[in-house]
Every structure is written in structure tokens, then in C-alpha cells.
């Protein structure tokens, strides 16, 4: 059973559409992160959100933290091809151990 | 600065063969992971070292694997012997220190167990 369950699991669209993923879990966390993995390669981190009800923008990107500290979301304005890739969100659940969403599977059309 | 280096990038190898996977964290890094990725399952993570030590090895699958890092440069994944249910995506992680949950992933090593 994962603790983030992370929906869609596939998103295909358009370019110069706008997409939104979700990670929600049951559980209070103290900070989530958001992961892009692009095919071949390892994930890599995109932002940390730490407050509860925190929106971090990072150029099309905008993230937010759901003020019980138990959902994020992220939201891809304008998507292009380059925002292809799977998305992950990850949690820490002791002091050194992440917990993994399944991800979602983004595929953005030229 | 390079990031996490792994190596071989890709491995085929037959059931019963010992396989060694080796990562070079970040430097400055002294906390390491080892994650396998599997589309059933996901993200793993199974093993962690803190300044050399492993601290958490719960995830191993069984005494099959086992990891060593020898210095703060340098750690590997062995498998011994493979199966082919091993066959997976394995992560190398560092981050700066224990409870800085910003971890760098390397590119990883797809492994084949035929």
C-alpha cells in the first residue's frame, strides 16, 4: 500500500495545454518533494514545500502544499515537450527515509 | 561539481552470475541510498549508509544482495547469485547530510537477469 497515492497515472496532452497532478496521502507529513525522472535517467528533484498551504512557483511549474500538510499538487501551465516525464512526489517518513508516490506518467504532444 | 556517477549504465547478465553495481556519491555528500525501480513497485529503497555506515538495510530483498561502501567516495551493490526477478532499475542517491530529504540521484544501472 503506498502512503502517497499519486493520481492520474498517465496525462497525455496537447502543447500549450495546462495540466494538474496530484499526491494525496492519509498521513501528516512534515514536507513533500516533487521528482521529475525522464526516460533513461534518474529522478530529479524539482521543489520542496514545507509550509501547510505553501504555493512555490518555479517558471511554468506551480506547486502547492494542502494546509493539513497531507496533499500537494502541481500544476504545468503552457505545458511543451520538455515538461515530459514521469512525476513523482516523496515524503519523509522518519529521519532519512522517503516514501515514494507511484507517480504520474506525463506525455506532452507536439 | 559531477553528480552521482554510476556504473555500468546498463548490465545483461545470465541467472546464477554475481553482479556488482557501483555508484561515486556527491562530494561533500555523507549520506548514500540505494533504490531499485520496478514499474510494479516503484521506487524502493534498500539500503541507506550515514558517514559509511549502513544504517538501514531493511529493505535488502534477501541476503542475496549486499552492500559495502569502503569510503566516503565510493559504494556497490552486489547481487550474488542474480535471479531473474532482480531484473530492475538501481538508483544511487546522496544527499548533504542525514535528514536533508533533498537527495541526488544518479543515472541509474538497468539490470537484465536472463
Known amino acids: 500500500t503506498q502512503l502517497l497515492e499519486q493520481s492520474p497515472q498517465f496525462l497525455s496532452i496537447q502543447e500549450g495545454e495546462n495540466l494538474t497532478v496530484y499526491c494525496n496521502s492519509s498521513s501528516v507529513f512534515s514536507s513533500l518533494q516533487w521528482y521529475r525522472q525522464e526516460p533513461g535517467e534518474g529522478p530529479v528533484l524539482l521543489v520542496t514545500?514545507?509550509?501547510?498551504?505553501e504555493v512555490k512557483k518555479l517558471k511554468r511549474l506551480t506547486f502547492q502544499f494542502g494546509d493539513a500538510r497531507k496533499d500537494s499538487s502541481l500544476h504545468i501551465t503552457a505545458a511543451q515537450p520538455g515538461d515530459t516525464g514521469l512525476y513523482l512526489c516523496a515524503g519523509p517518513i522518519n529521519d532519512y527515509k522517503l516514501s515514494f508516490g507511484a507517480g504520474t506518467t506525463v506525455t506532452v504532444r507536439a | 561539481d559531477a553528480g552521482v556517477i554510476q556504473s555500468p549504465r546498463h548490465e545483461v547478465t545470465e541467472m546464477g552470475q554475481e553482479v556488482t553495481l557501483r555508484c561515486k556519491p556527491i562530494s561533500g555528500h555523507n549520506s548514500l541510498f540505494w533504490y531499485r525501480q520496478t514499474m510494479m513497485r516503484g521506487l524502493e529503497l534498500l539500503i541507506y549508509f550515514n558517514n559509511n555506515v549502513p544504517i538501514d538495510d531493511s529493505g535488502m530483498p534477501e541476503d542475496r544482495f549486499s552492500a559495502k561502501m569502503p569510503n566516503a567516495s565510493f559504494s556497490t551493490l552486489k547481487i550474488q547469485p542474480s535471479e531473474p526477478r532482480d531484473s530492475a532499475v538501481y538508483f544511487c542517491?546522496?544527499?548533504?547530510?542525514?535528514?536533508?530529504?533533498?537527495?541526488?540521484f544518479g543515472p541509474g544501472t538497468r539490470l537484465t537477469v536472463t
Open positions: 514545500v514545507v509550509t501547510g498551504g
Open positions: 542517491a546522496s544527499s548533504f547530510r542525514a535528514g536533508a530529504f533533498e537527495q541526488y
